[in-house]
């Protein structure tokens, strides 16, 4: 069966520091993937995706970036963090474009 | 870009009672309406899901509806129970890589 690992589960990190979150999922090839972030009180932003090794898409301009070196990872960095990305990161995959999306047990980011 | 607003925030239900739960939408070219739920700390599970060409959907206690022409959907639970308190996500999409996800709903079942 399908699996989904997500690492760290929760980070407190000063601002200005870098980010390095990781997700990989097991049992399937070629999944679609996504990190998508939760502010408190709201519903999940799409931050990026990918439909393959290297095809990253963003969909929120900010100061984060995301990569795919492997077809079941999933990378979410940043140089340097600001306050306003504090929130809970979730990775999820999928098989067939958004339909049944699986979440990780996502990442709960403090920066302070 | 989609839109999905969802009412109300915050819901509490007596056990037993029904509760609803209520999105719209902006896309007209919206044609995938998931619903996602959300227990305490954990991850968000999809628990039921509904395509533009049919109006109803049900699945033992849960059901949705959409009417295309009035660009909105909801989600009904019926004879609720404690474990039906979580938090519900209603989404949109027109069937690319984009899921417009609405603000939640925090369902709370009274004892």
């Known amino acids: 069966s399908q699996t989904i690992h997500q690492w760290p589960a929760t980070l407190v990190q000063p601002v200005g520091s870098p980010l390095s979150l990781e997700c990989t999922v097991e049992?399937?090839?070629?999944?679609?993937l996504y990190w998508y972030r939760q502010a408190a009180g709201r519903g999940l932003q799409l931050l990026f995706y990918s439909v393959g090794i290297g095809q990253i898409s963003s969909e929120v301009p900010q100061n984060l970036s995301a990569s795919r070196p492997q077809d079941r990872q999933f990378i979410l960095s940043s140089k340097k963090l600001l306050l306003s990305d504090s929130g809970f990161y979730l990775c999820?995959?999928?098989?067939?474009?958004?339909?049944?999306?699986?979440f990780g047990s996502g990442t709960q980011l403090s920066v302070l | 870009g989609e839109n999905v607003e969802q009412h109300p925030s915050t819901l509490s239900v007596q056990e037993g009672d029904s509760a609803v739960i209520k999105c719209t939408y902006s896309?007209?070219?919206?044609?995938?309406f998931p619903w996602y739920k959300q227990e305490l700390g954990k991850r968000p599970q999809l628990i039921i899901d509904?395509?533009?060409?049919?109006g109803e959907k049900k699945d033992q206690r849960i059901a949705v509806t959409l009417n295309k022409t009035a660009k909105h959907f909801s989600l009904h639970i019926t004879e609720t129970q404690p474990e039906d308190s979580a938090v519900y996500f209603c989404?949109?999409?027109?069937?690319?890589?984009?899921?417009?996800f609405g603000a939640g709903t925090t369902v709370t079942v009274r004892a």
């Open positions: 999820a995959w999928s098989v067939q474009r958004v339909e049944k999306l699986f």
């Open positions: 509904i395509r533009s060409n049919v």
């Open positions: 989404a949109a999409s027109s069937g690319d890589y984009k899921l417009s």
């Open positions: 049992g399937t090839s070629n999944p679609n």
């Open positions: 896309d007209s070219a919206s044609n995938y």
